[in-house]
């Protein structure tokens, strides 16, 4: 099992950035990728941005593209989100998950929701206009 916890939300006004984290804990050397993904209300949960765990393989949804940024530090066991220029439309409780393993290989960046195995609790962020 994978835990793992997210911390960073808050409010902030549009034009703004905000750095979230994902710490991860358990076996995370069964961890293949870590993956960020939001959801709205009223709205399904959306993939953001991803990242492999041992190599540096990125993926974004086109939506954030050029504004966020994922990385990681594996010494810490963390992954970051930096999500700049903030849009009210950018509001939603943001998710950390992971995907495990057993079920990739390759150069392959999970970025499906059901390619994760793991997920943490959330953190909210709401931009103001």
């Known amino acids: 099992q994978v835990q793992l916890v997210e911390s960073g939300g808050g409010l902030v006004q549009a034009g703004g950035s905000l750095r979230l984290s994902c710490a991860a804990s358990?076996?995370?050397?069964?961890?293949?990728?870590m993956g960020w993904f939001r959801q709205a209300p009223g709205k399904e949960r959306e993939f953001v941005a991803a990242?492999?765990?041992?190599?540096?393989?990125?993926y974004y949804a086109d939506s954030v593209k050029g504004r966020v940024t994922i990385s990681r530090d594996n010494a810490k066991n963390t992954v970051y989100l930096q999500i700049n220029s903030l849009k009210p439309e950018d509001t939603a409780v943001y998710y950390c998950?992971?995907?495990?393993?057993?079920?990739?290989?390759?150069?392959?960046?999970?970025?499906?929701?059901?390619?994760?195995?793991?997920w943490g609790q959330g953190t909210q962020v709401t931009v103001s206009s």
């Open positions: 998950a992971a995907a495990d393993t057993r079920r990739w290989s390759g150069n392959y960046v999970p970025r499906n929701r059901y390619e994760y195995d793991y």
């Open positions: 358990g076996r995370t050397n069964s961890v293949y990728a």
């Open positions: 990242i492999r765990w041992s190599r540096d393989n990125t």
